[in-house]
């Protein structure tokens, strides 16, 4: 073996997962993350209104709390806290 075969190969960036300006969206795209993200953080029968707590996400949103993240190999986007 020499040294190139011994390394890892290096994660190609264009795959790699990155934070889209919120202000890029039109706010039916957000809030259908909001809502995407309320009943995936709730479930749908955890709680018997998931989406009730849309209005706090679009805050944290605002408030950048959340982020919109896009995964370009997966072609989504969806919210977490920011890295």
Excluded at 15 to 37: H, P, R
Aim: aromatic letters at 8%; proline letters at 7%.
């Amino acid at each position: 073996m020499n040294e190139y075969t011994e390394r890892e190969p290096e994660p190609d960036p264009r795959e790699e997962k990155f934070v889209v300006e919120a202000s890029l969206l039109t706010q039916d795209q957000l809030e259908g993350l909001a809502e995407e993200y309320c009943t995936r953080y709730h479930g749908l029968n955890d709680t018997e209104n998931p989406l009730a707590e849309r209005s706090r996400v679009l805050s944290a949103i605002s408030q950048g709390d959340l982020v919109v993240w896009f995964d370009p190999v997966e072609n989504t986007a969806s919210l977490a806290a920011p890295a």
